[in-house]
């Protein structure tokens, strides 16, 4: 094939991708969505029964969903800093794909968000995108300040080395599949069918970590020395993912959340095996106590981590492309 | 609208953006396709949850529709049940395995406890689409797009793509 043919087939590949259809009008218009994905910008719930089963308090269920839809996005965002870093291209794609599937758990957690509350995320914030054509899903994305994200600490930390990428990846997966598991029992159907699909893929998600933990646990003494390293950096941020918050607990006590006190036993059991793989010791490292993520409180990595994904969105909020 | 076609036979002609040898129908993400007077409602589900094609896939089949007569088409999505590589016809799998991309083998089973951890390799290996050998490798869960993963064939030596059982 020369390399002019090459490039008419690109050019034309609308034309060739429907060539098993036997239509003879395709004159309304280019079919150039097979390069660009569109705007994305439409609401990933569209169509989908919203309301809130009668006694759910409407205003949890919005709190809670952005604690599980902020966990998603801020953890996709630190995944996706590893594009052009990581070790090898399969690893970059792989890290990548991870980011997509938690970026899309975002999306669909902060349309349930938006649509169980319509006033937004707070009036003095969301005055901005109220005013305008924002989609519920980024106003909470890009119009919140930091004490409004209701993410654990764990995901928005600064980004380490691949050996801390691992731990951390590791941990918030293996923690983030027992609670979507026991969410896909959800009274709310809105969360029941977003944790159903998540379970799907987190279990990848985890698997993926757990093996690259083996390899770096078990494989040279610089491996083994960094994997520890990042147990030691991540170990501390644990404890906050079991403590829950008040909207948590009165969700699962009506069936329509869970109460992360109840995940620790699996957490431990699954991270037990997969550290006497890897030839690793959960570290002796105080606990960061106090108030969390869950209620507002962050780290100082979240600061600037918000101005790189915001800083596009407040610059115009209007814009389209 | 043109006689004797209906909304249901040009839905299940649109193809997938990403696997664009299988149909919709074929992946078995056309859930539903309903008229109701001169309205269309077509019910997809993603493969997965960040699919970035959902939005190519609605534009294809509302274009399909209207080039067919059915100027009133609506694309709803359902997120309920979730989408398995077991709702891939069987035509789809045949399509899949021509064009090189092994295809999925039955999707693990629900389970009631904890999901079991995988450390190790799969004591059932992904056949070759190439030469049909068993004695193929893992070298990633993530491929090019989300559905797919990244294997090796170690008695042939070509790479090969397969779409991940969920």
Known sequence: MSFDNAYEALSDSSDSSAGTEDNDGPNDGPNDGHWAFGTGFTDPLAGVDTTVPADVDAADLALYSLMLGDDALIMSHRLQEWCASAPELEDEVALANIALDLLGQARLLLSRAAAADGRGPGEASSVRGEASSVPGEDRYAFFRAEHEFRNVRLAELERGDFGELTVRLLVFATWRLALLRRLAASRDPVLAAIAAKGVKEVTYHRDYAAQWLVRLGDGTEFSHERAAAGLAAVWPYVAELFRGHDVERRLAAVGAGVDPAELRDEFDEVLGQVLAAAMLDAPEVPVQAGAGGRDGVHTGAMGSLLAELQSVARADPEATW | ?166
């Open chain 2, 1 to 166: 609208m043109t006689a004797g076609v209906t909304a249901r036979a040009v839905a299940e002609t649109v193809t997938d953006p990403e696997l664009p040898m299988l149909t919709l129908a074929d992946l078995g993400v056309l859930r539903e396709v309903a008229e109701d007077g001169g309205t269309v409602t077509v019910s997809i589900t993603p493969t997965y949850t960040g699919c970035p094609a959902m939005d190519t896939m609605r534009d294809d089949l509302v274009r399909a529709l209207h080039r067919a007569g059915f100027p009133d088409a609506e694309v709803r999505i359902v997120l309920q049940p979730a989408w398995s590589t077991d709702w891939i016809s069987a035509a789809g799998r045949r399509k899949l395995a021509a064009a090189g991309i092994a295809p999925p083998r039955g999707a693990p089973r629900p389970v009631t406890g904890p999901i079991p951890l995988v450390l190790g390799p799969s004591p059932d290996p992904v056949r070759c689409p190439h030469c049909g050998s068993g004695r193929t490798r893992l070298v990633s869960y993530f491929g090019a797009t989300a559905c797919r993963s990244l294997h090796r064939c170690e008695a042939c030596r070509e790479p090969f793509e397969h779409v991940k059982e969920i």
